[in-house]
């Protein structure tokens, strides 16, 4: 059974910095691009970021360009998000998710529950 | 970056009833990478079509995509009472990989 567990979330500061990370078990973890997508309180679901298999490439919506870094360690079969400078409209519910076509542009086919994120002072 | 366009807004039907839910795109979503998700309140989206017309694993075939270039549709034939949800489209062919911002089926 594909099971994605996120963690790391919680209350921050403005300006300061956060990492999430998203345990993946049930699948070969290796063989799959992973993304995030947030969804504010009562909003809609955004994409934040895709890396591919092997963590060669990724991508950012550009909104978190230069301040998240997405990640992965294979060997753990975990993916990372690591936030930097965070404002309050980063403030959301963060999913981890398995893209389940072949390389970072697909479709995310099973998700995690969620990390939530609050950047207040 | 491509803008995906859902309507209605909200959609009301009763149970039985046929749902056709529309996603435009800004610009041609290349090889129809499209995908549908359904969300209930306080759980996690689901994949229900990929590729534009794809049912994804364990996915009822009362649940249908279809469209091509800028427009999209996602078709339940026969509401069921758990069908009751928000839909959101993503194109998945360009980065970013963008959402539109939902269609609401609400019961009526």
Redesign the interface.
Known sequence: EVQLLESGGGLIQPGGSLRLSCAASGFIFNKYAM?W?RQAPGK????VS?ISDSGGST????SVKGRFTISRDNSRNTLFLQMSSLRAEDSAIY?CARN??VGP??????????ALVTVSS | EVVLTQSPGTLSLSPGERATLSCRASQSVSNAYLAWYQQKPGQAPRLLIFDASSRATGIPDRFSGSGSGTDFTLTISRLEPEDFAVYYCQQCGHSPLTFGGGTKVEIK
């Open positions: 993304t997508v809609g679901l955004e994409w895709v991508f950012y919506t550009a999913y389940g076509g542009f697909s479709a995310a086919d099973f998700w995690g529950q969620g």
